[in-house]
T-cell receptor, first 109, second 114 residues
Framework: GQNIDQPTEMTATEGAIVQINCTYQTSGFNGLFWYQQHAGEAPTFLSYNVLDGLEEKGRFSSFLSRSKGYSYLLLKELQMKDSASYLCAVLDSNYQLIWGAGTKLIIKP | DGGITQSPKYLFRKEGQNVTLSCEQNLNHDAMYWYRQDPGQGLRLIYYSQIVNDFQKGDIAEGYSVSREKKESFPLTVTSAQKNPTAFYLC?????????????FGDGTRLSIL
């Protein structure tokens, strides 16, 4: 079966750095997405990785290793507004999007 | 502002009743999707449409129906055959249906059973 694993919940301190991991086992791979979702709101697109390596976008960076079936989202200089769920999703060989259950990130002052 | 509008934000269904969730987009996107989100689970695809007058079943289509008569609109009907409809429903759209493009989401409809 196809599977995406993310930690259920993480806690970090305002101003710090946090890394949210995502491991996947899917039938093929055509890219990996990260989305942010505040409680009761729409998910919003953060990043898309299809090649190995690190993609940086301001305070957020996303890393991919296809050989290891692994990605992480790195958030720097954490702000209270970063408290949200972070969703990892993988495009499989049939271009079906497989979603992880999400990681709830709690930021403490 | 361009975006996706879902309505209503909250919806209650009685036993044996069909209800329809609205989804409208003014992004001129070809592809539209309906997902169901349950606590502790990833988003699950109900139906998707890559072009007007065409749609395909997703992973959990049983008990749901859709139509795509206009590019802007993709309503979802939750029928009485769906025995566990309580969930958060998300509508999304993307520029084209190749799936490499990021999906843009509406704010969701929370459906509960009376």
């Amino acid at each position: 079966g196809q599977n995406i694993d993310q930690p259920t919940e993480m806690t970090a301190t305002e101003g710090a750095i946090v890394q949210i991991n995502c491991t996947y086992q899917t039938s093929g791979f055509n890219g990996l997405f990260w989305y942010q979702q505040h409680a009761g709101e729409a998910p919003t697109f953060l990043s898309y990785n299809v090649l190995d390596g690190l993609e940086e976008k301001g305070r957020f960076s996303s890393f991919l290793s296809r050989s290891k079936g692994y990605s992480y989202l790195l958030l720097k200089e954490l702000q209270m507004k970063d408290s949200a769920s972070y969703l990892c999703a993988v495009l499989d060989s049939n271009y079906q999007l497989i979603w992880g259950a999400g990681t709830k990130l709690i930021i403490k002052p | 502002d361009g975006g996706i509008t879902q309505s209503p934000k909250y919806l209650f269904r009685k036993e044996g009743q069909n209800v329809t969730l609205s989804c409208e987009q003014n992004l001129n996107h070809d592809a539209m999707y309906w997902y169901r989100q349950d606590p502790g689970q990833g988003l699950r695809l109900i139906y998707y449409s890559q072009i007007v007058n065409d749609f395909q079943k997703g992973d959990i289509a049983e008990g749901y129906s859709v139509s795509r008569e206009k590019k802007e609109s993709f309503p979802l009907t939750v029928t009485s055959a769906q025995k566990n409809p309580t969930a958060f429903y998300l509508c999304a759209s993307s520029i084209e249906g190749t799936r490499h493009q990021p999906q843009h989401f509406g704010d969701g409809t929370r459906l509960s059973i009376l």
